[in-house]
Nanobody, 122 residues
Framework: QVELVESGGGLVQAGGSLRLSCEAS????????MGWFRQAPGKEREFVAG????????LYADSLEGRFTISRDKAKNTAYLQMNSLEREDTAIYYC???????????????WGQGTQVTVSS
């Protein structure tokens, strides 16, 4: 069993930054792929970024690369999402997830955190 716990969400003004954390526990993650997704009210859950736990290769949604950066600290079993130049359209619940392979699709991920709210004000 894998447990994922997100933190770091909150209210920020447009143009500001936030760093989300996702602490993982329950088993080793060398074979896992970690992803960040987000879901805004009335919209489908969308892929934000992903990273291979072992090698650190990254993948981003095209529209977010350059503003968002995903990373992980293997010693702390924690993945991060650094979000810069935030826009009102980034307002959503952000989820971290773990799965067996790199994928844009939420259905490929077996484990999910509870989510953390990010609200960007103008």
């Amino acid at each position: 069993q894998v447990e994922l716990v997100e933190s770091g969400g909150g209210l920020v003004q447009a143009g500001g930054s936030l760093r989300l954390s996702c602490e993982a526990s329950g088993r080793t993650f060398n074979s896992y792929y970690m992803g960040w997704f987000r879901q805004a009210p009335g919209k489908e859950r969308e892929f934000v970024a992903g990273i291979t736990w072992s090698g650190g290769s990254t993948l981003y949604a095209d529209s977010l690369e350059g503003r968002f950066t995903i990373s992980r600290d293997k010693a702390k079993n924690t993945a991060y999402l650094q979000m810069n130049s935030l826009e009102r359209e980034d307002t959503a619940i952000y989820y971290c997830a773990a799965g067996p392979r790199s994928s844009w699709s939420a259905s490929a991920y077996n484990y999910w955190g509870q989510g953390t709210q990010v609200t960007v004000s103008s």
